[in-house]
T-cell receptor, first 115, second 111 residues
Framework: GDSVTQMEGPVTLSEEAFLTINCTYT??????LFWYVQYPGEGLQLLLK?????DKGSNKGFEATYRKETTSFHLEKGSVQVSDSAVYFC??????????????FGKGTLLTVNP | SQTIHQWPATLVQPVGSPLSLECTVE??????LYWYRQAAGRGLQLLFY??????ISSEVPQNLSASRPQDRQFILSSKKLLLSDSGFYLC??????????FGDGTRLSIL
């Protein structure tokens, strides 16, 4: 079945450091890929997505590129801020038929950014 | 702006008792609605999704059920809870095939 593996946290960085959170997936066909974020005290929300190979999703300074050859969708940000402290979830959705409503999530990575 | 409300935040129930968790969405029309569960040490698992009133799709066979009596109301139920039903339940909504925003969740403990 489909699965998502993301790096285990917690990840602790200083402000303005470069961030990478690794995510790899196993799926049949060509799934859509997502990053969700949960800020402290808030619900989970969609951060960015990519629907086909080589697509780059971006939002709020975060980027992730859909790499079919390495089955990866790593999240990056060039300069993190304290306000980026949150839990980040990688997820995939199958492309075909009714299954495209189904999201398979990774276990989440806690990011803490210190001033 | 859109908001999603889910309650209760915490629930402790005995084995064999019934369950009703409610979720409502404001500020949008005809959203897709979802129920997810996160068991300890595992990722989020889709339980049910709904694309409209009265339309429920089940992803995982279990003793839970879902209903959508109104456009922006989604209810998760059980007639008799099992110990294995313990977990963290999340409601979510979206306008596409995947959820955009999740509720704050309900921590369900079965004794």
């Amino acid at each position: 079945g489909d699965s998502v593996t993301q790096m285990e946290g917690p990840v602790t960085l200083s402000e303005e450091a470069f961030l990478t959170i690794n995510c790899t997936y196993t799926a049949t066909g060509y799934p859509s890929l997502f990053w969700y974020v949960q800020y402290p005290g808030e619900g989970l929300q969609l951060l960015l997505k990519a629907t086909k190979a080589d697509d780059k999703g971006s939002n709020k300074g975060f980027e992730a590129t859909y790499r079919k050859e390495t089955t990866s969708f790593h999240l990056e940000k060039g300069s993190v801020q304290v306000s980026d402290s949150a839990v980040y979830f990688c997820a995939l959705s199958p492309r075909s038929g009714g299954s495209n409503y189904k999201l398979t999530f990774g276990k989440g990575t806690l990011l803490t950014v210190n001033p | 702006s859109q908001t999603i409300h889910q309650w209760p935040a915490t629930l402790v129930q005995p084995v064999g008792s019934p369950l009703s968790l409610e979720c409502t969405v404001e500020g949008t029309s005809n959203p897709n609605l979802y129920w997810y569960r996160q068991a300890a040490g595992r990722g989020l698992q889709l339980l049910f999704y709904s694309v409209g009133i009265g339309q429920i799709s089940s992803e995982v066979p279990q003793n839970l059920s879902a209903s959508r009596p109104q456009d922006r109301q989604f209810i998760l139920s059980s007639k008799k809870l099992l110990l294995s039903d313990s977990g963290f339940y999340l409601c979510a909504w979206g306008l596409g095939a995947q959820p955009q925003h999740f509720g704050d969740g309900t921590r369900l403990s079965i004794l």
